[in-house]
């Protein structure tokens, strides 16, 4: 007789404080700042792009020339007479004939200014001009026809610069539109920080988030935010004044018309529009308690670092920070805060240093922030980094430094294949509670899909049920422009008027609204098995390629280490080359197969010297296609890394990495050894990797439960990843109640490679209903991939 199916939460016996378990994290790449969640709507306001952030830029990048009937003009771009030392460059219009008007124009981002019928808009500018000073200048909201969406005019009554302000009404709605600037008379007209702002912006702030992206923020309702990077911060020079210095928080403070444009690591330019006050506004404005990421003095893109003896300034950073988010008026970075419109404390809890960060000389100076921020603010809790791997000699020195330091906390990055995270869904079973606590600031599973979101749900069950020992988490990137794509997955996706929340936004909103407080004991009964992969070994076929370099190779030598048989591909001596110039040339050689092999238990071994190139090489094994297959990455990542990767589908996961930087000019022996699902690399003898490429073991059901203290609520998550469904009983366990009320949210019926998009935005989408029931308990059918949550009152 098959034993019926429980599940039974023990609403008495409660664990571990779930406390601010589940935020978001914003970095502006995808164009996320700039041409999204910031309002403005004019591209390069300022008339600073330059070849430094992106190389077609330049001073007029989304600007073009205005001449109307026989007017003539010459624009020019012009820095003698700046607006100020940070903004050196304005525009200069020679009016050369009036005609019916000559000037310039503005594209905005994506496919032009998006404006709505009867709404307003802000526009500003910086003006000045050597004559004509009764002349106004008009100012239009035009569509691609050239028909007036909205007009106002301003008279630039000086030479010296003077800021205008006027509000123009769409009288269409029109999301290419373009804005214009026209004027007659004689001689220059200058003009700079030119801007236009919805009226209507998140909580109606000046300078403030554009409504819609920002509403589907707060609908989140997020534990935290984390900001501004990622990777844009330490990417740099250590010079706070350089264009494309390291973030540096003071930068981006005060009057925007005061702030130095710069260079975003992700190839574009970074107005810091939305800066460091805006942030703590937007955090308090959605609920999120800030979380703050600071550089540590190291570049590990360039590697470049602050010398020991000069890191006084960049721990000032930090801990004047937390006096500009805590500290009181009375105190120097308080006051500032208060002159902004602020008088009270953003409560800032905690401040992290550094992000993926790898190398010793981080980790060399990682402590002296730590001890000078745990001597001034006791209280704030200090997160360090473990670099962008799972696992390998950097998350490891992450770690120990951790350790050693005593950090608050770890914060850990992988994005990998959907059964990467189905085999690691109990990666944090073991950890410890009187340890640092896991801040996972970065996970992702390769894709929009329903599939990927029902994933990401198991997982993060994984992450509620070890909260003794993981204390934030969460998903990345948050946000991407359509038509400003550096990276996918997105949470969320937009364009110039719209915008969306894939199917992972809604796993998370799911997650954050019904995270409860504190976790509750469930055992579950009657299930039945895990749904278990046959181990299978690596087999398949092996190849070589180069990474834009050129590599000779030779003394091939795949044994059999069951048997000792022995295959040395026939004395194979060969080059390798995917140089620049071979690409130009139609010389290259990139790749070579090596054949296949059955064998369970192998070792493959050859010797490589790189003639010339950046990188290095990879050693594909396994094979089975090109979209599933380990490779053993060589001198990757800007030549810096030894790396064992899995591809499943073609969605990739680094299983392991350590440091390695392939050397020019020098044979080095590689050796690559297969055991099962047991992995271990050598370079010239040396062990670099080992790891295990775990395949999925399939739960038949995940779940875990929570206890609200506000509402008393029981909330109850239990995510079914099989092809089938699983009926089972709910049992709540010493709950002094005899009926229930029972509030469901559920995610199912949908296909596994369903997507929300601007045509479909709502396909995949919670659905939710209500029953009520009497005694302690309910018989409930989790439908094939489903995500289902119950609140019981």
């Given at each position: 007789m098959k034993t019926q199916a429980t599940l039974s939460i023990f609403t008495q016996e409660r664990g571990a404080q779930l406390g601010d378990l589940f935020g978001i994290f914003f970095e502006d790449l995808n164009h996320a700042a700039d041409g999204g969640l910031y309002a403005e709507l004019i591209q390069n306001r300022s008339f600073e792009f330059d070849p430094i952030d992106r190389a077609e830029y330049h001073a007029l990048t989304a600007w073009e020339k205005i001449e109307r009937g026989s007017g003539k003009a010459e624009i020019t771009v012009e820095d003698s007479h700046p607006l100020n030392s940070r903004n050196l460059h304005y525009v200069a219009i020679d009016i050369l004939s009036e005609g019916d008007g000559v000037g310039i124009m503005n594209l905005g981002f994506n496919s032009g200014i998006p404006v709505k019928q009867g709404e307003n808009y802000l526009f500003s500018v910086y003006a000045r001009r050597d004559t004509n000073f009764s002349e106004p200048v008009i100012v239009t909201i035009e569509g691609l026809d050239g028909t007036v969406h909205g007009e106002a005019t301003i008279t630039v009554h000086s030479s010296e610069w003077t800021k205008y302000e006027i509000t123009?009404?769409?009288?269409?709605?029109?999301?290419?539109?373009?804005?214009?600037?026209?004027?007659?008379?004689?001689?220059?007209?200058?003009?700079?920080?030119?801007?236009?702002?919805?009226?209507?912006?998140?909580?109606?702030?000046?300078?403030?988030?554009?409504?819609?992206?920002?509403?589907?923020?707060?609908?989140?309702?997020?534990?935290?935010?984390?900001?501004?990077?990622?990777?844009?911060?330490?990417?740099?020079?250590?010079?706070?004044?350089?264009?494309?210095?390291?973030?540096?928080?003071?930068?981006?403070?005060?009057?925007?018309?005061q702030r130095p444009a710069r260079r975003n690591n992700w190839s574009y330019n970074q107005t810091l529009g939305l800066g460091y006050y805006e942030y703590f506004l937007l955090c308090e404005d959605i609920g999120a308690k800030p979380i703050p990421i600071l550089p540590g003095g190291v570049d590990p893109h360039h590697k470049r670092m602050v010398p020991l003896e000069e890191l006084s300034p960049w721990i000032d950073d930090a801990l004047d920070l937390i006096e500009f988010a805590n500290g009181d008026p009375s105190t120097k970075w308080g006051a500032i805060r208060a002159e902004l419109g602020h008088p009270e404390p953003f409560c800032l809890e905690y401040i992290g240093i550094g992000n993926e960060e790898v190398g010793e000389p981080f980790f060399e100076r990682y402590p002296y922030f730590h001890k000078a921020i745990k001597e001034k603010y006791p209280d704030i809790k200090v997160i360090n980094s473990s670099g962008p791997f799972a696992a390998g000699?950097?998350?490891?020195?992450?770690?120990?430094?951790?350790?050693?330091?005593?950090?608050?906390?770890?914060?850990?990055?992988?994005?990998?294949?959907?059964?990467?995270?189905?085999?690691?869904?109990?990666?944090?079973?073991?950890?410890?509670?009187?340890?640092p606590k896991v801040f996972l600031g970065e996970y992702a599973t390769w894709g929009n899909t329903y599939y990927n979101a029902l994933v990401e749900a198991a997982f993060m069950t994984g992450l509620e049920k070890n909260a003794h020992a993981v204390e934030l988490a969460c998903y990345a990137p948050m946000l991407c422009n359509v038509d400003y794509v550096n990276w996918k997955p997105d949470m969320i996706w937009f364009n110039n008027h719209e915008v969306f929340g894939s199917a992972n936004y809604y796993v998370q909103k799911l997650f954050m609204h019904h995270q409860g407080d504190q976790l509750l004991k469930v055992e579950a009964n009657g299930l039945g098995e895990k749904q278990d992969q046959t181990v299978k070994p690596i087999i398949g076929a092996f190849a070589l390629e180069t990474d834009h370099c050129s590599i000779r190779f030779r003394d091939f030598k795949l044994v059999n280490n069951d048997t000792g048989e022995t295959k040395d591909f026939n004395g194979l001596s060969t080059e390798l080359t995917h140089t620049k110039e071979d690409r130009l040339a139609g010389t290259l050689k990139q790749t070579l197969d090596l054949g296949e092999t059955d064998w369970e238990n192998y070792t493959l071994s050859l010797k490589a010297t790189k003639i010339s190139g950046p990188k290095g090489f990879n050693i594909y094994f396994g094979k089975q296609g090109d979209t599933n297959q380990l490779f053993w990455d060589i001198g990757g990542w800007q030549n810096q890394d030894s790396a064992l990767c899995s591809s499943v589908n073609g969605?990739?996961?680094?299983?392991?990495?350590?440091?390695?930087t392939m050397e020019t000019d020098i044979e080095h022996e590689f050796t690559l050894e297969v055991s099962g699902r047991q992995i271990r690399t050598y370079i010239d003898k040396v062990l670099f990797n080992e790891t295990e490429d775990k395949l999925p073991v399939i739960e038949p059901l995940y779940y875990s439960a929570s206890f609200e203290h506000a509402t008393g609520d029981v909330i109850i998550k239990v995510v079914n990843v099989q092809e089938?469904?699983?009926?089972?009983?709910?049992?709540?366990?010493?709950?002094?109640k005899t009926s229930l009320t029972v509030d469901v949210f559920e995610m199912?019926?949908?296909?596994?490679?369903?997507?929300?998009?601007?045509?479909?935005?709502?396909?995949?989408?919670?659905?939710?209903?209500k029953f009520s029931t009497e005694g302690r308990s309910f018989s409930y059918d989790f439908p094939k991939h489903s995500i289902t949550i119950f609140r019981v009152k």
């Amino acid at each position: 007789m098959k034993t019926q199916a429980t599940l039974s939460i023990f609403t008495q016996e409660r664990g571990a404080q779930l406390g601010d378990l589940f935020g978001i994290f914003f970095e502006d790449l995808n164009h996320a700042a700039d041409g999204g969640l910031y309002a403005e709507l004019i591209q390069n306001r300022s008339f600073e792009f330059d070849p430094i952030d992106r190389a077609e830029y330049h001073a007029l990048t989304a600007w073009e020339k205005i001449e109307r009937g026989s007017g003539k003009a010459e624009i020019t771009v012009e820095d003698s007479h700046p607006l100020n030392s940070r903004n050196l460059h304005y525009v200069a219009i020679d009016i050369l004939s009036e005609g019916d008007g000559v000037g310039i124009m503005n594209l905005g981002f994506n496919s032009g200014i998006p404006v709505k019928q009867g709404e307003n808009y802000l526009f500003s500018v910086y003006a000045r001009r050597d004559t004509n000073f009764s002349e106004p200048v008009i100012v239009t909201i035009e569509g691609l026809d050239g028909t007036v969406h909205g007009e106002a005019t301003i008279t630039v009554h000086s030479s010296e610069w003077t800021k205008y302000e006027i509000t123009i009404t769409a009288n269409a709605t029109d999301y290419s539109s373009r804005l214009v600037i026209v004027a007659k008379g004689k001689g220059k007209l200058y003009l700079d920080m030119v801007s236009l702002f919805p009226e209507r912006t998140f909580r109606n702030r000046p300078n403030g988030m554009r409504e819609d992206i920002a509403a589907l923020l707060a609908d989140l309702k997020p534990k935290f935010m984390r900001f501004p990077g990622g990777c844009l911060i330490h990417d740099g020079s250590l010079n706070p004044d350089d264009r494309n210095s390291m973030y540096r928080w003071k930068n981006t403070l005060g009057d925007i018309a005061q702030r130095p444009a710069r260079r975003n690591n992700w190839s574009y330019n970074q107005t810091l529009g939305l800066g460091y006050y805006e942030y703590f506004l937007l955090c308090e404005d959605i609920g999120a308690k800030p979380i703050p990421i600071l550089p540590g003095g190291v570049d590990p893109h360039h590697k470049r670092m602050v010398p020991l003896e000069e890191l006084s300034p960049w721990i000032d950073d930090a801990l004047d920070l937390i006096e500009f988010a805590n500290g009181d008026p009375s105190t120097k970075w308080g006051a500032i805060r208060a002159e902004l419109g602020h008088p009270e404390p953003f409560c800032l809890e905690y401040i992290g240093i550094g992000n993926e960060e790898v190398g010793e000389p981080f980790f060399e100076r990682y402590p002296y922030f730590h001890k000078a921020i745990k001597e001034k603010y006791p209280d704030i809790k200090v997160i360090n980094s473990s670099g962008p791997f799972a696992a390998g000699s950097e998350y490891e020195r992450g770690w120990n430094s951790a350790k050693e330091n005593q950090s608050d906390l770890v914060d850990e990055h992988y994005y990998q294949s959907p059964e990467w995270f189905l085999a690691n869904y109990n990666r944090y079973d073991a950890f410890k509670a009187d340890e640092p606590k896991v801040f996972l600031g970065e996970y992702a599973t390769w894709g929009n899909t329903y599939y990927n979101a029902l994933v990401e749900a198991a997982f993060m069950t994984g992450l509620e049920k070890n909260a003794h020992a993981v204390e934030l988490a969460c998903y990345a990137p948050m946000l991407c422009n359509v038509d400003y794509v550096n990276w996918k997955p997105d949470m969320i996706w937009f364009n110039n008027h719209e915008v969306f929340g894939s199917a992972n936004y809604y796993v998370q909103k799911l997650f954050m609204h019904h995270q409860g407080d504190q976790l509750l004991k469930v055992e579950a009964n009657g299930l039945g098995e895990k749904q278990d992969q046959t181990v299978k070994p690596i087999i398949g076929a092996f190849a070589l390629e180069t990474d834009h370099c050129s590599i000779r190779f030779r003394d091939f030598k795949l044994v059999n280490n069951d048997t000792g048989e022995t295959k040395d591909f026939n004395g194979l001596s060969t080059e390798l080359t995917h140089t620049k110039e071979d690409r130009l040339a139609g010389t290259l050689k990139q790749t070579l197969d090596l054949g296949e092999t059955d064998w369970e238990n192998y070792t493959l071994s050859l010797k490589a010297t790189k003639i010339s190139g950046p990188k290095g090489f990879n050693i594909y094994f396994g094979k089975q296609g090109d979209t599933n297959q380990l490779f053993w990455d060589i001198g990757g990542w800007q030549n810096q890394d030894s790396a064992l990767c899995s591809s499943v589908n073609g969605r990739t996961s680094c299983l392991t990495q350590s440091i390695y930087t392939m050397e020019t000019d020098i044979e080095h022996e590689f050796t690559l050894e297969v055991s099962g699902r047991q992995i271990r690399t050598y370079i010239d003898k040396v062990l670099f990797n080992e790891t295990e490429d775990k395949l999925p073991v399939i739960e038949p059901l995940y779940y875990s439960a929570s206890f609200e203290h506000a509402t008393g609520d029981v909330i109850i998550k239990v995510v079914n990843v099989q092809e089938n469904s699983v009926h089972a009983q709910v049992v709540l366990e010493d709950l002094q109640k005899t009926s229930l009320t029972v509030d469901v949210f559920e995610m199912s019926g949908h296909a596994l490679d369903d997507e929300n998009s601007f045509s479909s935005p709502e396909r995949v989408l919670p659905k939710q209903k209500k029953f009520s029931t009497e005694g302690r308990s309910f018989s409930y059918d989790f439908p094939k991939h489903s995500i289902t949550i119950f609140r019981v009152k």
